[in-house]
């Protein structure tokens, strides 16, 4: 069975601190995805990393995965309160991208 | 252009009765996909259908769970004489031909 785990599983920090959290596994990945979650709402889809060693950025997030494609990491710098939410990662299962495995995620406080 | 529409977003049935979960994909997707996100734990697959097919249901519960996604109207998720366990916030996702999947806002079960 493919996991991923995220850590960590709860953090709370102040607004304008940096932050890193993270996506492991055992297994290779072709792709891995990372969601926010909102309260009461659906994951919204924030980026997909491919290739082994890339860095993607979206404003104030980075995106990384790692050389061997079995890890990621968000850094977010600056954090505002707006950020809080629940950062998931998922992979897809047997090569399709479809049958996503998500890992539980990190649910992320940044207080005012 | 109009996200993947869930309805309803609450549910509330007793033990025994039937709930149906609706789902509208986003205008030129013709893929959908069901998810169940339980309390303290990460979302999980259920179904992939296409239009009139069913393509992989192997996160289906064996009974009293099943889907649809006729070739007209929305996909429709239904679970016969709910339980307890039944209870937990189900998500709708579309996407076109191999494209990323974007996460409607989910409805949320809860059997009394």
């Known amino acids: 069975t493919q996991l991923l785990e995220q850590s960590p599983q709860f953090l709370s920090i102040q607004e304008g601190e940096n932050l890193t959290v993270y996506c492991n596994s055992s297994?290779?990945?072709?792709?891995l995805q990372w969601y926010r979650q909102e309260p009461g709402e659906g994951p919204v889809l924030l980026v997909t990393?491919?290739?082994?060693?890339e860095v993607k950025k979206l404003k104030r997030l980075t995106f990384q995965f790692g050389d061997a494609r079995k890890d990621s990491s968000l850094h977010i710098t600056a954090a505002q309160p707006g950020d809080t939410g629940l950062y998931l990662c998922?992979?897809?299962?047997?090569?399709?991208?479809?049958?996503?495995?998500f890992g539980k995620g990190t649910l992320l406080t940044v207080n005012p | 252009n109009a996200g993947v529409m869930q309805n309803p977003r609450h549910l509330v049935r007793r033990r025994g009765q039937e709930a149906r979960l609706r789902c509208s994909p986003m205008?030129?997707?013709?893929?959908v996909y069901w998810y169940r996100q339980l309390p303290e734990e990460g979302l999980k697959f259920m179904v992939y259908?296409?239009?009139?097919?069913?393509?992989?249901e192997s996160g289906m519960p064996k009974e009293r769970f099943s889907a649809e996604f006729p070739k007209e109207g929305p996909s429709i998720l239904r679970i016969q004489q709910v339980v307890r366990g039944d209870s937990a916030a189900y998500f709708c996702?579309?996407?076109?031909?191999?494209?990323?999947?974007?996460f409607g806002q989910g409805t949320r079960l809860t059997v009394v």
């Open positions: 297994s290779v990945f072709s792709s």
């Open positions: 996702a579309s996407s076109a031909v191999n494209t990323e999947a974007f």
């Open positions: 990393v491919v290739t082994g060693g």
């Open positions: 998922a992979a897809g299962r047997g090569g399709s991208n479809y049958k996503l495995t």
């Open positions: 259908l296409q239009k009139e097919n069913i393509i992989d």
């Open positions: 205008k030129g997707h013709s893929h």
